[in-house]
């Protein structure tokens, strides 16, 4: 009766550690309980030997795939390839605990097996497999018997998934094997001989060589006319790049030289976008914001204004955000503010009441004097209101160097106090001090200065300064532009959206 199932298409279950093995029946030996498979698949990846035998006691499970019909072959070297399911039901046999065979049958959905290739180079060896334990005749009878009793009966194919090689499986010498294990690996995925593809390889430069870009691009760009669409641009042109800071639109051409002053001037600068601003005279300048003043640009509302910005401007060279937060508050800033009884030293108290309201400690020094102009006894009111400190003696101020010191002791007109002992004994301590210094509106080139800035704050228009000024800011004072053109200066604001700018020779 075990013959009967010879060139069967069967599907064996060695457990987890021999794996699932397919192929067709070669022969069933009841004496000595075995069953060999021709052209064997071990997991889904085909095997390396022709035939393969199994013991009883090593089958856990058995699976019919595919019973021959009385026309096929049921010889051992068949090489015909397995054949296509049919739909049918599918049956399960596996031992029981007591020994007796066990047959679980249920309906199974069909589906088309994998054709196993054929071997044509490979010579035939045999393998078997070492048991795990021993199986009694009758255990290999009942399984021939289950077989008979399943004839008729047809199973889907199950999907093999693909693991490694039981290690007990004994790899056969490759005898007649093309290029070693990848004309397997070949043959498994393609299925074709690999001797029919070709040696040379692919020439991608002569391919490539074929394939003419410059009258493909020319094709596109005729199309594109014709038909109107915008042109994608030819591989020589290149597109327009444009900064960030630059208009993409078409405008009027730019006029750098927009302040025009009625004397030539001494001297020019120029602002980080490229526009001349001209310096002018003292003369010029002080007649400048006298009409400013006639049209209602007090002395006040010009000192609030000036003070403002040289505040701002000192609040930057002190470290701005990183320095001024709340997170800073132990490493709170000290400004010196040196001031002369002057219009100049009422401008730096000013600029000193706003820098102690944004927390900065603020050392006044103004001599003593008799009498003082109204603008500087206003200001000293309004600045003994802060937490500001004022001194009218150099002992008074500080031995240890200071954050910044601001500059307001010169004055345009009154030169005579440069002769007073207080004066040189200032310059003497903000030269030892080795402070940067910043000087607010100082006077012209021609007039010596005592102390050397790192900066200088001009206001509205800038005056001739020299090399000892340092590099020079501009501020605006509110100056309105028909009070620039009442005194012939043909003027446009150089300030964009800031009130301090920096101004660089030219």
């Known amino acids: 009766m075990a013959t009967d199932w010879l060139g069967s298409i069967v599907s064996i279950n060695c457990g987890e550690s021999l794996g699932v093995y397919q192929g067709r029946v070669s022969a069933v030996d009841q004496v000595s309980q075995t069953i060999s498979l021709t052209r064997p698949f071990h997991n889904g990846v085909k095997c390396l030997v022709p035939e393969v035998t199994f013991r009883a006691g090593d089958i856990t499970e058995l699976k019919i795939l595919e019973i021959p019909g009385p026309g096929d072959s049921r010889q051992c070297g068949d090489s015909q390839q397995m054949d296509t399911a049919m739909p049918g039901v599918g049956c399960q046999v596996g031992p029981s605990q007591n020994g007796t065979g066990k047959v679980l049958k249920k309906p199974m959905n069909s589906s088309a097996p994998q054709n196993i290739p054929r071997r044509t180079d490979m010579k035939s060896q045999d393998i078997v497999i070492s048991p795990q334990q021993q199986c009694s005749k009758s255990y290999m009878d009942r399984h021939m018997e289950t077989l008979s009793q399943s004839k008729g009966f047809r199973r889907r194919h199950n999907s093999w998934s693909s693991s490694s090689r039981h290690p007990n499986q004994v790899t056969p010498k490759k005898s007649g094997l093309k290029n070693g294990q990848m004309k397997s690996k070949d043959d498994e995925c393609f299925g074709d001989d690999i001797d029919e593809i070709p040696d040379t390889d692919f020439d991608f430069e002569g391919n490539l060589a074929l394939f003419d870009k410059a009258a493909v691009f020319e094709e596109i760009e005729t199309y594109e006319r014709r038909s109107g669409t915008r042109s994608r641009g030819t591989p020589n042109e290149k597109p327009a790049r444009y900064r960030h800071d630059e208009n993409i639109l078409e405008s009027e051409p730019i006029v750098y030289r927009r302040i025009v002053v009625p004397q030539n001037p001494n001297k020019e600068f120029c602002t980080d976008s490229g526009l001349v601003v001209p310096s002018v005279s003292y003369e010029l300048h002080k007649k400048l914001l006298a ?137 003497d301590w903000a030269n030892q001090n080795r402070a940067p210094v910043l000087s607010i509106d100082p006077p012209i080139s021609e007039m010596e200065l005592g102390i050397d800035a790192k900066w200088s704050l001009a206001l509205g228009l800038p005056l001739p300064l020299g090399e000892r000024a340092g590099r020079v800011y501009l501020c605006d004072i509110g100056i309105p532009q028909r009070v620039f053109q009442e005194v012939g200066i043909n003027y446009h604001s150089p300030f964009g959206c800031k009130f301090v700018i920096p101004l660089h020779s030219t």
């Open 291 to 427: 009409v400013a003043e006639k049209h209602g640009l007090t002395l006040e509302r010009r000192l609030e204004m000036t003070g403002v910005c040289a505040s701002q401007m000192a609040l930057s060279l002190l470290g701005g955000p990183n320095r001024l937060n709340p997170k800073n508050v132990h490493q709170r800033p000290t400004v010196a503010l040196l001031c002369g009884p002057h219009v100049k030293g009422a401008q730096g108290i000013s600029c000193g009441r706003h820098l102690s309201n944004h927390d900065v400690h603020v050392i006044l020094f103004l001599p003593n004097f008799v009498k003082m102009l109204e603008s500087i006894t206003n200001e000293l009111n309004l600045f003994s209101k802060t937490q500001g400190q004022q001194v009218s003696s150099v002992k008074d101020l500080p031995d240890t160097p200071v954050d910044l010191v601001i500059n307001c002791l010169d004055c345009h007109e009154n030169a005579f106090l440069r002769d007073q002992p207080w004066y040189k004994a200032v310059v």
